[in-house]
């Protein structure tokens, strides 16, 4: 893993050897919120890509004239854009 502003390296400056020294060289807080800036930044991305699979499925189903399914895929399309949005890092 390399070394970020929320993975900091350990002061020795010696390089990381493993995923787990540059947590190790956070306090508590700077841990826990390092840890919610990544999940915050993950849930983005996985609804980021739902949303993008969503739209391709959807156009594969109006090409097949599937009414319906492309009802229920758009409704859901829209529901993981409205999510991206609100969960967008730095917002």
């Given at each position: 893993m390399?070394?970020?502003?929320?993975?900091?390296?350990?002061?020795?400056?010696?390089p990381?050897?493993?995923?787990?020294?540059?947590?190790?060289?956070?306090?508590?807080?700077?841990?826990?919120?390092?840890?919610?800036?990544?999940?915050?930044?993950?849930?983005?991305?996985?609804?980021?890509?739902?949303?993008?699979?969503?739209?391709?499925?959807?156009?594969?189903?109006?090409?097949?004239?599937?009414?319906?399914?492309?009802?229920?895929?758009?409704?859901?399309?829209?529901?993981?854009?409205?999510?991206?949005?609100?969960?967008?890092?730095?917002?």
């Open positions: 390399p070394a970020s502003a929320d993975f900091p390296s350990a002061a020795t400056g010696e990381e050897t493993d995923a787990w020294s540059g947590w190790l060289a956070l306090s508590g807080d700077d841990a826990i919120a390092a840890c919610r800036r990544q999940h915050c930044r993950l849930q983005w991305e996985v609804a980021r890509y739902i949303e993008e699979l969503l739209r391709e499925l959807g156009t594969m189903a109006k090409t097949a004239e599937l009414g319906q399914l492309v009802y229920f895929l758009e409704m859901t399309r829209q529901e993981a854009e409205a999510l991206s949005l609100r969960i967008q890092p730095g917002t």
